[in-house]
């Protein structure tokens, strides 16, 4: 995807062939793909890819010249390698992408002309107590988290150290920004097959050519979960201040989405929404919301930290407290539709 932006690099049709593991895949009604491959453009230092020139030129501006490796983008013993490379030990995607997020934090900072904007425009996420920190921490890091965060926080240093965020180097203020990020970061799910897909629906054609046309896509996503298994279109995370203001909800009155096919987040209503009305997003998938309120409860209070009290929970709030053995029997088990709709959904 776009270092930037994270708008798909791939076409669609070379997007399914490497999920696909099969080079001779021919997809049909090409000119349903939206990706520019004319117009993409790379870092003349150290050749990271971006989808058009005003991309490369508001990271440019904005981090990328603290964070442009330059000759020593192989260099293994480069420390923002040394970084990257002790991230992915720790933690596979899709949240690889986190440690990167604080160092663009930190480069912004860096960077910014004004800097204390940009201090006081990322401390407006939510903060955490030091043992809610502690156990979001441990959440994504696993048991040997303070030892692993340590590690993390002195190749940090070494790469990043910067005087104006020297809070953000100790090991309390370290553990605060990666809390926040493993609080407040939005997953940006990008996919140039997905959006061919979308595109490919849309289309008005007799009916003989569309049911040709959905049994080849039908048969496409059932070949590329047997070749590579579960699919998710994540490129990367994000900070957003004003989506991270919205609470959850099991019964949300509005959802996120990335349809632009890039780290545009759009914030769209599922019902009318009265003046003075809270907006809610739920953090639960669908699958997760047809559970029971002891199972969903379950999830939030091990990924979130907190018991959720929406009009849902509370109207089931005397149901038993047990998950259901029918919820347990499910868990790892997707239907073809399901499947489906977590492959197109962007």
């Known amino acids: 995807a776009c270092d930037h932006c994270l708008r798909a690099l791939e076409t669609a049709e070379e997007n399914a062939q490497r999920l696909l593991g099969k080079s001779s895949l021919v997809l049909p009604h090409p000119e349903q793909c939206s990706i520019r491959k004319d117009l993409h453009q790379q870092c003349p230092r150290c050749q990271v890819t971006y989808c058009s020139a005003e991309c490369r030129q508001a990271a440019l501006e904005q981090y990328h010249q603290v964070l442009c490796l330059g000759p020593s983008r192989d260099d293994p013993t480069h420390p923002l390698n040394k970084l990257q490379e002790a991230w992915r030990n720790m933690h596979y995607p899709p949240?690889?992408?986190?440690?990167?997020?604080?160092?663009?934090?930190?480069?912004?900072?860096?960077?910014?002309?004004?800097?204390?904007?940009?201090?006081?425009?990322?401390?407006?996420?939510?903060n955490k107590t030091a043992n809610e920190e502690e156990e979001i921490v441990h959440k994504l890091l696993g048991d040997k988290f303070k030892g692993q965060l340590e590690v993390l926080r002195l190749l940090f240093t070494e790469a990043l150290y910067d005087e104006h965020l020297s809070r953000w180097f100790t090991p309390e203020g370290f553990r605060s920004l990666f809390a926040l990020v493993g609080t407040n970061g939005q997953g940006i799910g990008t996919s140039s097959?997905?959006?061919?897909?979308?595109?490919?629906?849309?289309?008005?054609?007799?009916?003989?050519?569309?049911?040709?046309?959905?049994?080849?896509?039908?048969?496409?996503?059932?070949?590329?979960?047997?070749?590579?298994?579960?699919?998710?279109?994540?490129?990367?995370?994000?900070?957003?201040?004003?989506?991270?203001?919205?609470?959850?909800?099991?019964?949300?009155?509005?959802?996120?989405?990335?349809?632009?096919?890039?780290?545009?987040?759009?914030?769209?209503?599922?019902?009318?929404?009265?003046?003075?009305?809270?907006?809610?997003?739920?953090?639960?998938?669908?699958?997760?919301?047809?559970?029971?309120?002891?199972?969903r409860n379950k999830i939030l209070r091990e990924n979130y930290l907190f018991t959720c009290s929406c009009p849902k929970c509370l109207a089931q709030a005397d149901d038993a407290d047990v998950t259901s053995d029918e919820e347990e029997e499910g868990e790892g088990e997707t239907d073809d539709a399901e499947l489906e709709d977590e492959m197109t959904d962007v």
């Open 95 to 126: 949240e690889t992408s986190s440690i990167m997020l604080m160092a663009r934090m930190v480069a912004t900072v860096k960077q910014a002309k004004d800097k204390e904007w940009w201090i006081k425009a990322f401390s407006q996420f939510c």
């Open 193 to 295: 097959l997905s959006q061919w897909v979308h595109a490919c629906d849309a289309l008005d054609l007799p009916m003989l050519q569309r049911e040709e046309l959905d049994a080849f896509i039908d048969q496409l996503y059932k070949d590329i979960e047997k070749e590579s298994g579960e699919f998710l279109n994540c490129e990367g995370s994000g900070l957003y201040v004003l989506q991270s203001c919205c609470n959850h909800s099991c019964i949300p009155n509005a959802e996120t989405s990335f349809p632009e096919n890039n780290f545009l987040l759009h914030l769209t209503a599922l019902e009318d929404i009265e003046a003075g009305e809270e907006i809610c997003i739920s953090y639960l998938d669908c699958c997760q919301r047809e559970r029971s309120r002891h199972s």
